[in-house]
Structures are given as C-alpha cells and as structure tokens.
C-alpha cells in the first residue's frame, strides 16, 4: 500500500502563483508514475500532470506554459508549481501514484483545495 498525503493549497488572486507538494509513503517502489489531478464542482476528475521515475512529464493542454510538475525520487516527492492562475483553475487538486504511464494509478492523496480569485 501506498499513502499520500498533499499540502499547499490555499486561496490566491487570479494571476498568482501556488505550490503543491506530495509525499508519498509506504510500498514507495510501487510507484513509477506520480501526478495531480483535479476536479471542480459538477466536473469530472481531470489529468493535469503526471511524471514518470525518469521525469518524463506530461501536461493538460490548459495548463501548459503556466504548471511545472517536478519529482524528487529520493525522497518520494511529486510537486506542482502552479503560476499565472485563472479562476478555471479552481479546484480540488489530488496527488495520485501508481505503476503504469497509461492508466490512472491506483493510489490518491485526499485532495487539497485551490481557490482562485478573480
């Protein structure tokens, strides 16, 4: 099993800037693929980014240029730096694990909200 846990969320003005952080626990080398999601209210969950062991990266086509994923292998870390941000992007951002680049992994962090201004 594998445990992951989010902070950094918070409330910022449209144009600003956050960071999320994830920490991932337990069976660790489980784990190849790690990446954010998200999900607004009346919305389906959504990819926004996902990182590979190696740090092959991939990115929702409405936060590209603005969203820089980064992973810290060593110590079980996946971060999303999240700049230039539109009310759109409000959300509940989740941290998700798992072992395979092609199919939602299996593991998911209680989600962490983000609340944009505009």
């Known amino acids: 099993q594998v445990q992951l846990v989010e902070s950094g969320g918070g409330l910022v003005q449209a144009g600003g800037s956050l960071r999320l952080s994830c920490v991932a626990s337990?069976?660790?080398?489980?784990?190849?693929?790690m990446g954010w999601y998200r999900q607004a209210p009346g919305k389906q969950r959504e990819l926004v980014a996902k990182i590979s062991r190696g740090g092959i990266t991939n990115y929702a086509d409405s936060v590209k240029g603005r969203f820089t994923i980064s992973r810290d292998n060593a110590k079980n870390t996946v971060s999303l730096e999240m700049n230039s941000l539109k009310p759109e992007d409000a959300a509940v951002y989740y941290c998700?694990?798992?072992?395979?680049?092609?199919?939602?992994?299996?593991?998911w962090g209680q989600g962490t909200q983000v609340t944009v201004s505009s």
């Open positions: 337990g069976s660790t080398g489980n784990i190849d693929v």
């Open positions: 998700n694990a798992g072992r395979h680049w092609t199919l939602v992994g299996n593991y």
